[in-house]
């Protein structure tokens, strides 16, 4: 496959948003974990991605412009990546800092970049829906992000956690304009539209009214940014237990509860997929799914193999597959092959995600497999090799941007794989 960028124009512009609802720190769950509360083990980091190529990336002012690559090279930004270069920084200061990151991802060989917007029903753009995240100041970090990747001709995805709110401190403090606050004080809503698991809350996607809203969100950021597409993370249910959603489910009068949840998380991707359309057909969404079969089934109701054999829900797949050769319930090998087969529609893409952050260190969910990341701190070369050598495939994913540059272990490993992956994206194999 080539990495030619390839730009795509359309007058689909939205206008304005039809049917919106009403004028924290945590990290992401370990896909390999196979946990029933998905808050109980979390990701050191979350991740997006960044795109380099030779075509002017900026938008027209009277148009919706999507810029897309043949071969995705692509590195998550997470939200964790923010505090230390957005908290109490200046406009000026923020941008410094994200055209030396964005300059050091584009040297390496990377052309598209998922970005953190939402991360706990909190933004990091300009919304009338969801309450500023706490390191937000006077300004809107999401323009200077979007602007500066644009200008390395980055394409650029807003990546947005659907369901997952904040803790009780956050929701009680936060304004009653917002519709999340206003369900959380409406007893009738608190238990149902959304709901407390561990310490944090989640919307519920059983009920039209939250799928709106989370539609809505989107169709905010596609009126008001020219983003290349919008990217939703692996955060679908966030527990196993019944109680979750049981009045829902009562309501529905289902009898099966394992098909009813696949069957919501359908109906939000759905309509999130046609809310994207809507803006313009040349805009993705991308969906990183955790990397087993039995884990979306089970575990987060994520219906994988009807969104890479069918349209209308994805238009990109990027499994998370942050797995050794020797895990002994996901060995990385056999579970690419896995999903191979599994992305089947013409179009949709797979991308395959490999990440960084258990580089020198040992990995408890992996089995005997466990330290395969200590005596091989580099494995991230042959998993991208390999991805990139698989029919099938359409590019990797790089989990994430802090760890492969700024590593707090193995750092000499970090650097011969930054140095590997760069040849490998530049001479686009």
């Known amino acids: 496959m080539t990495h030619k960028i390839i730009p795509i124009f359309s007058a689909f512009l939205l206008a304005f948003l039809s049917g919106c609802a009403a004028q924290t720190e945590q990290s992401v769950s370990e896909n390999a974990a196979f946990c029933d509360d998905i808050t109980k083990h ?9 795109a380099s190529g030779t075509t002017d990336c900026t938008p027209d002012d009277t148009e919706t412009a999507a810029y897309h690559y043949d071969t995705v090279y692509g590195m998550w930004f997470p939200y964790l990546d923010y505090g230390e270069i957005l908290a109490g920084k200046t406009a000026d200061q923020f941008r410094d800092a994200v055209r030396q990151r964005f300059q050091q991802v584009a040297d390496m060989g990377i052309n598209t970049v998922y970005l953190h917007l939402r991360a706990f029903g909190d933004a990091y753009y300009q919304s009338a829906l969801f309450p500023p995240a706490k390191e937000v100041g006077d300004y809107d970090p999401f323009s200077i992000l979007l602007e500066e990747a644009h200008q390395l001709h980055l394409s650029v995805h807003g990546w947005v956690n659907p369901l997952r709110l904040q803790k009780d401190s956050a929701m009680a403090s936060m304004s009653d304009s917002y519709p ?22 989640w919307l519920n996607p059983a009920y039209p009214e939250v799928r709106q809203l989370v539609a ?16 939703l993370d692996d955060y679908f249910y966030p527990t196993t237990e019944t109680a979750f959603d049981a009045a829902a489910f009562a309501d529905a009068k289902a009898d099966d509860l394992g098909a009813f949840r696949l069957e919501q998380v359908n109906a939000m991707v759905q309509q999130i997929y046609s809310t994207v359309k809507a803006a313009s057909p040349a805009i993705q969404l ?13 575990k987060q109701y994520a219906d994988v193999r009807r969104w890479g054999t069918e349209t209308g829900y994805c238009d990109v797949l990027i499994p998370q597959l942050y797995y050794g050769f020797a895990n002994e319930t996901a060995p990385f090998a056999e579970t690419l092959q896995t999903w191979t087969e599994t992305v089947s529609s013409e179009s949709v893409s797979l991308v395959i995600g490999i990440g960084t952050h258990k580089c020198g260190k040992e990995d408890t969910w992996a089995g005997s497999g466990s330290m395969e990341w200590c005596s091989e701190p580099t494995l991230p070369i042959r998993q991208a090799k390999l991805a990139l050598e698989t029919n099938g495939t359409d590019g990797v994913a790089v989990y994430d941007y802090e760890t492969t540059f700024q590593p707090d272990t193995a750092a000499d490993a970090l650097s011969q794989i930054r140095e590997a992956l760069g040849k490998l994206f530049r001479n686009g194999k």
């Open 42 to 50: 979390v990701q050191q980091v979350e991740q997006l991605h960044v």
């Open 180 to 201: 999340v606050k206003q369900w959380y004080s409406d007893p009738q809503k608190n238990g149902t539209y959304l709901c407390k698991v561990g310490e944090y809350w």
């Open 216 to 231: 809505d969100g989107v169709a905010e950021i596609l009126a008001q940014y020219h983003v290349d597409g919008i990217h």
């Open 286 to 298: 991308s969906i990183s799914p955790q990397g087993t079969m039995d884990g979306n089934y089970t």
